[in-house]
């Protein structure tokens, strides 16, 4: 049986002593000591200055940002874009963010002022709330003929080619997540 996302998650949280040499608790004190608090900063910290991977250093500055007091400058972008009537579709985010955490630990989320970029080496997808009763997901996909509810993204965003728009969290479903799988794995 496949661990859930939030077993594989509550797994790495566990593993952080072992792999990295601190707790989650330890590391989120130790980056608010530095004064670290964008992602990319505390990402070049992480890896550089104490030699933790890509897949720990992004776990550990996603989780830090998030449980820190008052939240860093990226988690602000992400709930900017859950406010003024939009709050209705943060369980989406969080769902299909859960899904994309477990395709492996070089994922890394990208916060920006309109949407959030998914990325491993380079982007291969974004979420985005493009109305208050929708959100849009972009795959980059090679050699995929729209279909369906996998549309070409024709004018809507230029670094993605499909979209696919999600109104309800019961629309983040296997198909969704194998697309995004799809992107993962060509990025």
Not at 16 to 44: D, N, Q, V, Y
Not at 95 to 118: C, H, I, M, N, W
Request: proline fraction near 4%; charge should be neutral; hydrophobic fraction near 35%.
């Amino acid at each position: 049986m496949t661990p859930s996302p939030d077993d594989q998650l509550a797994s790495m949280v566990a593993n952080l002593p072992e792999k990295t040499g601190r707790s989650l608790e330890e590391w989120t004190r130790h980056l608010r000591k530095a004064g670290l608090g964008a992602h990319k900063e505390i990402m070049a910290h992480l890896k550089g200055e104490h030699g933790v991977t890509h897949g720990y250093a992004n776990l550990i500055s996603q989780l830090a940002r998030k449980t820190a007091e008052g939240g860093g400058g990226e988690d602000d972008l992400v709930g900017a874009q859950y406010a003024g009537g939009k709050e209705v579709l943060r369980p989406i985010y969080d769902r299909l963010v859960q899904a994309v955490g477990t395709f492996g630990s070089d994922v890394e989320l990208a916060p920006r002022k309109a949407y959030v970029s998914l990325r491993r080496s380079k982007q291969f997808g974004l979420v985005q709330p493009s109305t208050r009763t929708r959100v849009d997901v972009g795959l980059k996909l090679r050699d995929r003929a729209p279909d369906g509810r996998l549309e070409a993204s024709g004018n809507w965003n230029s670094m993605v080619s499909h979209r696919v728009r999600v109104s309800s969290v019961d629309e983040v479903d296997a198909e969704l997540i194998g697309w995004l799988r799809e992107a993962y794995d060509e990025a």
